[in-house]
Nanobody, 124 residues
Framework: QLQLVESGGGLVQPGGSLRLSCAAS????????IGWFRQAPGKEREGVSC????????NYVDSVKGRFTISRDNAKKAVYLQMNSLKPEDTAIYYC?????????????????WGQGTQVTVSS
């Protein structure tokens, strides 16, 4: 009954912006690292950004640094990914994931719970 639900994806022109939301049900986000991942057709899944459960330490893959911002709102049980200056290369299904524990840092290598994904398409 633990569930993560992504929303906010869609079609956007290059240079545009989208904000993805990840809503948690069945548990609180306070004690979870949260990561955003993406998978494009024919490519392996890659970590995009993550935020730690303690101290809100963040990491970003190099290709999105300066363009994407991850944030969390524990009261609303939600995590967001603000995506600016979008490029066609950002086209993918975006997933949020949660890793239980109290961590001061976050990584992309292991997560316990996954959402169903939301499609982001960047095209003119």
């Amino acid at each position: 009954q633990l569930q993560l639900v992504e929303s906010g994806g869609g079609l956007v022109q290059p240079g545009g912006s989208l904000r993805l939301s990840c809503a948690a049900s069945g548990f609180t986000l306070d004690y979870y690292n949260i990561g955003w991942f993406r998978q494009a057709p024919g490519k392996e899944r890659e970590g995009v950004s993550c935020i730690s459960s303690y101290g809100d330490s963040t990491n970003y893959v190099d290709s999105v640094k300066g363009r994407f911002t991850i944030s969390r709102d524990n009261a609303k049980k939600a995590v967001y990914l603000q995506m600016n200056s979008l490029k066609p290369e950002d086209t993918a299904i975006y997933y949020c994931a949660a890793l239980h524990g109290m961590f001061s840092q976050c990584r992309f290598n292991e997560y316990d719970y996954w959402g169903q994904g939301t499609q982001v398409t960047v095209s003119s």
